[in-house]
C-alpha cells in the first residue's frame, strides 16, 4: 500500500468517534418540532396565496378577452366612419 | 418500531394525528441525531440542524413513496440537509502547517515517523487534523468521505442512505482521497 494512504487510513482510524450510545431528544425540541409542524398544517389549510394569485391572473386575463372586441372597436371606429362617410358623399354627388 | 407499526403510523400521521407524529418523531430521532452531528457543518448548532430535519419529515409524509424503507427515505432528506448547510460554508484551498496546533503537527509526526496507530489520547488531535483536511474538499466529496472512513459505512449503506449510486460513490471517493493525498503530502512536505 502506497505509504500516504497507510498513513492516511490510520489518521482516520484515530479519528473515529466512538458510538455515542442511545440518543435521546433534549428537552424542548419535540415540542418546538410539533409546533412547528402544525402551524406548517394551519397554514396549508388556511387560504394558499399562489392559488389566490393565479386566480387574480385568470381573471385578468378574462376581462381582457371580453374586453378586447369593444376596445378594439372603439380604436377602428373613427377610420371607417370617415371611410363610410366619403362613400355616402360620392355616393350623394353621383345623384343625378 | 416493526415495518407495519411504522406503515400504520405514518397513515395516521398524513391524516394529521398527533400522536402518530410524536411516535414517528422519538423513532428517527436517534438516526438523525447520529447522521447530523457526523455531518454537522461548523457554526451550526446540532440540535437546529435535527430539528429542521424532523419538521421536513413530519412536514412532507405525504410525498413519502413507501419505495425504501422509511428510516432511509429520512436518511436522504437528513444528508441533503446537511449538504445544503455545508454548501454556505467556504472552502479552504489547502491547509499550511502554519495552521496546526502543535497537537496536530505532532499527530503528523507520528504518523510520518511511527509505523504504529496513533493513541487515544491522540484522537482529539487526529479529529481536529481530519477536519482541516476535510474542509478543503467539496461538500458533497467530505460528507462522503466522513460516511466511508469515520462512520464506516460501506458503498451500498452509502448508496441507501444518500441515494447516490455506486459508481457516483466510487467516482467521488476516488476523486476525494486524491485530494486528501495531495493536501497531505503539501503537509508532510512542509514538516521539519
Known amino acids: 500500500m502506497n505509504p500516504i494512504d497507510d498513513q492516511l487510513n490510520r489518521l482516520f482510524r484515530a479519528a473515529r468517534k466512538p458510538d455515542a450510545g442511545e440518543f ?19 397554514e396549508t389549510g388556511s387560504w394558499d396565496m399562489g392559488v389566490l394569485a393565479r386566480g387574480l ?35 350623394s354627388d353621383e345623384t343625378p | ?75 436522504r ?4 440537509t446537511c449538504l445544503n448547510q455545508i454548501r454556505h460554508e467556504k472552502r479552504r484551498p489547502e491547509v499550511r502547517l502554519a495552521d496546526l496546533s502543535e497537537e496536530e503537527a505532532n499527530v503528523i509526526e507520528h504518523l510520518t515517523t511511527a509505523p504504529t496507530d496513533l493513541d487515544a489520547s491522540e484522537q482529539m488531535a487526529a479529529n481536529e487534523l481530519v477536519d482541516k483536511l476535510l474542509n478543503g474538499l467539496k461538500p458533497a466529496d467530505r460528507l462522503l468521505i466522513k460516511l466511508m472512513y ?23 471517493a476516488f476523486r476525494a482521497r486524491a485530494h486528501l493525498r495531495k493536501h497531505y503530502l503539501l503537509l508532510m512536505k512542509e514538516t521539519p
Open chain 1, 24 to 42: 435521546v431528544a433534549p428537552f424542548g425540541l419535540e415540542t418546538r418540532a410539533m409546533a412547528a409542524w402544525r402551524a406548517g398544517r394551519l
Open chain 1, 57 to 91: 391572473v385568470v381573471a385578468i386575463l378574462i376581462m381582457g378577452a371580453s374586453m378586447w372586441p369593444v376596445l378594439h372597436k372603439t380604436t377602428t371606429d373613427p377610420l371607417s366612419e370617415y371611410l363610410q362617410a366619403s362613400d355616402t358623399t360620392l355616393a
Open chain 2, 1 to 75: 418500531m416493526t415495518d407495519a407499526e411504522v406503515a400504520e403510523c405514518l397513515a395516521r400521521g398524513r391524516d394529521g394525528d398527533e400522536k402518530a407524529i410524536l411516535e414517528l418523531f422519538h423513532y428517527m430521532y436517534p438516526h438523525v441525531a447520529k447522521l447530523v452531528q457526523a455531518n454537522l457543518p461548523a457554526k451550526e448548532s446540532a440540535e437546529d440542524l435535527i430539528q429542521k430535519v424532523c419538521i421536513k419529515v413530519m412536514s412532507h409524509l405525504d410525498q413519502f413513496s413507501g419505495k425504501v424503507p422509511f428510516l432511509h427515505w429520512v436518511s
Open chain 2, 150 to 172: 469515520l462512520d464506516g459505512h460501506n458503498v451500498q449503506e452509502i448508496a441507501s442512505l444518500t441515494g447516490w449510486s455506486r459508481t457516483l460513490i466510487k467516482v467521488r
Open chain 2, 77 to 80: 432528506i437528513a444528508v441533503n
